[in-house]
């Protein structure tokens, strides 16, 4: 399998704290990855790290052998749009909608590059069969949906830009027991050849042996791996 993500000694923070400490990950072409820790310990810095968003960062990302990462010094988010361009598109932990768009709309704002935004009509249309209770809301005010139409708003919304990488931060999160596993399944329907998925995850019952490796995150660092996990 080819690598498509290659992360080496990235340390990452906010002005003065440091959350990650120098973090290797290698991510394959076809895989789903697990990463696990409690609350604060840096999964979702290390998502906001690949695409730009914290507030400093060094070390080196590499997709599809391009360096993303490096050093910054322009300020947070100010290359975050050449990154989804080359690919990587992330759903957000907490959905972060828009309260005041209608699901539609909503969807459209994912339509980031001008091929997407071309072909919005059909990606619409593959997400209404990926997550089939949004089809009857699409004018509907996201405001006024459940937690669990929201989390599938916020998930269609990552998947209106073709991507190569899928960063999906704690999609379960919040959520009653049977609509995070409907939520799961839709995740676990998205097909994988030629691209690689990184899902944080507190609950881990939930990545029984859906993901092909699980990597514990713990005060900023990788602790240790699973390989092709089968959980009870
Ligand atoms: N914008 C920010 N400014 C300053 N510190 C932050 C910011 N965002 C996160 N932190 C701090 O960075 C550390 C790691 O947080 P992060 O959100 O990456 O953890 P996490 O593992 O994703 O946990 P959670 O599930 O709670 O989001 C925490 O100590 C948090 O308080």
């Not at 820790?37 to 290390?46: F, V």
């Not at 695409?51 to 080196?60: D, E």
């Not at 010094?73 to 598109?89: H, Q």
Request: a positive charge.
């Amino acid at each position: 399998m080819a690598e498509l993500l290659e992360i080496r000694r990235l340390t990452a923070g906010y002005g003065p704290l440091r959350v990650l400490h120098e973090v290797d990950l290698t991510v394959r072409a076809g895989e789903r990855i697990g990463l696990v820790g409690l609350n604060g310990h840096g999964k979702t810095t290390l998502f906001r790290a690949i695409t730009h968003m914290v507030g400093w960062q060094q070390g080196s990302i590499r997709l599809e052998g391009q360096e993303i990462g490096g050093t910054r010094s322009l300020g947070a988010g100010r290359r975050t749009s050449g990154i989804v361009r080359r690919g990587v598109a992330m759903a957000p932990q907490g959905d972060a909608i828009f309260p005041g768009l209608t699901v539609r709309q909503h969807l459209d704002c994912g339509a980031y590059t001008k091929l997407a935004w071309r072909e919005r009509r059909r990606r619409r249309e593959r997400i209404m069969e990926i997550f089939p209770p949004l089809r009857a809301l699409q004018s509907s005010l996201v405001g006024k949906l459940s937690g669990g139409e929201r989390r599938m708003v916020s998930l269609g919304r990552m998947l209106m830009v073709e991507a190569e990488l899928y960063l999906i931060d704690e999609p379960s999160l919040g959520l009653a027991p049977k609509i995070s596993r409907a939520v799961m399944d839709a995740v676990w329907s998205l097909p994988i050849e030629g691209r690689a998925m990184i899902i944080a995850e507190q609950n881990v019952s939930l990545l029984s042996g859906r993901v092909d490796r699980i990597i514990g995150m713990h005060a900023g660092r990788m602790r240790g791996e699973v390989g092709h996990v089968a959980l009870s």
